[in-house]
């Protein structure tokens, strides 16, 4: 058994943050990483047109910024050799193919017993510290819903992690069903190699521009919340018009109201709606009833068939299933319980970064309170 004094699950940007910071306050760590590699969502499940959708000034990582030559809407090339520049900055060294089985509080020693699967020996290894930090970020592990008859499809299914690009679906008929950021930029990339795209949009959504998201964040600090959230309704709808003739229903309550209060965030175009406007994109309201073959059929009662689905439909996490005895810090959804600003501090020398769907900017500032607050106690 290892004894430390901060053990991080996770190496993904949260967990990089984390370990930054108590570098910096010079307090011994080690990182519990499933994967082989940092960053495994950016360098291995993401698709190859992906950009930081904020600004880059928001999306920096603790005491290291982004190289001037960078352009604002930093690409995922540069953004992981961003993180690799980090972690040889700071001098990381995540212990990789760990898999977390169980992490449990002992009263009687006061630790943290953490118990890690080798993937390469298959031993199990027990570790042990004062501080825990859930740096497991919220882009866990891929979730494809049930669908009556998916088994039955004679196509291609993918999640949205295995997604690469729209240049292998030339010609064919492509479903994506989900409309986030992920589903709607795949959507796009899909049209403009020439995929005969469709995509599922149940849900009212919010949609703005790269542009109108710089301009909230420069207004919101003289204005109210609702007013700025009524300004950005009022300039998208300026900008896109009236969509629900194409399918797409704007909600009643403002885009920034439902980041704060359910994390759904708005829909920033890079494109998308040209495409929906100009028919390259169609937008199908309904959701799945079944599948029978390659024939899709939906609740509206109508049929399509399709060659390959490709679900955007996020994630879940599975803290819960290897973090025993927390019932203050984390819910049954993995994301951080208590509201903001206490959110990253739970019980026992129990923390969590990342978790309160607040994106770099939120993790960051996480990382920095939890070192701090870890320094103040050693």
């Not at 017993?113 to 510290?129: L, P, Q």
């Not at 704060?260 to 829909?267: D, Q």
């Given at each position: 058994m ?6 991080i699950?996770g ?13 910096q ?10 994967e082989?590699?940092?960053?495994s969502l950016?360098?291995k ?11 880059k ?18 690409p995922k ?10 972690v040889s ?8 193919q760990?898999?977390?089985?169980s992490?449990?509080?002992?009263e009687?020693s006061?630790?943290w ?17 004062k ?24 196509g291609?299914?993918l ?5 690469k ?13 989900g ?12 049209a ?6 469709s ?14 998201m ?10 109210k919340?609702?007013l700025?959230d009524?300004l950005m ?7 896109y ?8 229903r704007?909600p009643?309550?403002?885009p920034?109201?439902m980041k ?8 920033i175009?890079v494109?998308t709606c ?12 309904s959701?799945i009833?079944n ?8 609740k509206n009662?109508k049929?399509?068939?399709f ?7 996020g994630?879940k996490r ?46 960051s ?7 701090n607050?870890?320094?103040s106690i050693?």
């Open positions: 290892q004894e430390q004094v901060a053990i699950v190496s993904g940007t949260s967990g990089l943050a984390i370990a930054a910071c108590l570098s306050q010079t307090i011994p760590y080690i990182i519990l990483e499933r082989d590699c940092i960053a950016w360098k499940y993401s698709y190859d047109r992906l950009h930081l959708h904020l600004a000034e928001l999306c920096e990582l603790p005491y290291m910024s982004f190289p001037a030559s960078y352009p604002k809407y930093v090339n540069m953004f992981t050799q961003y993180l690799d520049d980090y900055h700071f001098k990381i060294s995540p212990m990789y760990r898999n977390v089985e992490a449990e509080y002992n009687v006061k630790r017993f953490v118990k890690a699967r080798n993937a390469s020996s298959g031993e199990v290894e027990i570790y042990c510290a501080f825990l930090v859930v740096a497991t970020g919220e882009t866990t592990n891929p979730y494809i819903p049930e669908v009556q008859g998916l088994n039955t499809f004679t291609e299914v999640h949205s992690t295995q997604f690009s729209g240049k292998d679906f030339k010609n064919k008929n492509v479903l994506v069903v409309s986030g950021n992920s589903g709607m930029e795949i959507a796009l990339d899909l403009n190699h020439g995929a005969k795209t995509i599922i949009v149940r849900s009212p959504i919010h949609i703005l521009s790269r542009g109108m710089d301009f909230a964040r420069i207004i919101v600090k003289y204005l919340p609702s700025v009524s309704v009022l300039l998208s709808k300026l900008v018009g009236d969509l629900t003739k194409y399918g797409i704007r009643t309550e403002g920034f109201y704060r209060m359910y994390g759904k965030y708005p829909l175009d494109g040209k495409k929906i406007k100009s028919g390259e994109i169609q937008v199908l309201p959701e009833l599948i029978r073959g390659n024939d899709i059929i939906f009662g049929s399509h068939p060659d390959t689905i490709v679900f955007c439909t994630f599975s803290t819960n299933l290897w973090l025993k005895g927390d019932d203050y810090l984390l819910n049954e959804n993995g994301l951080a319980k208590p509201s903001n600003p206490n959110h990253w501090k739970g019980k026992n020398g129990l923390y969590c970064v990342g978790l309160l769907q607040r994106g770099f900017f939120g993790a500032t996480d990382a920095q309170n939890i070192a607050d870890i320094k050693v």
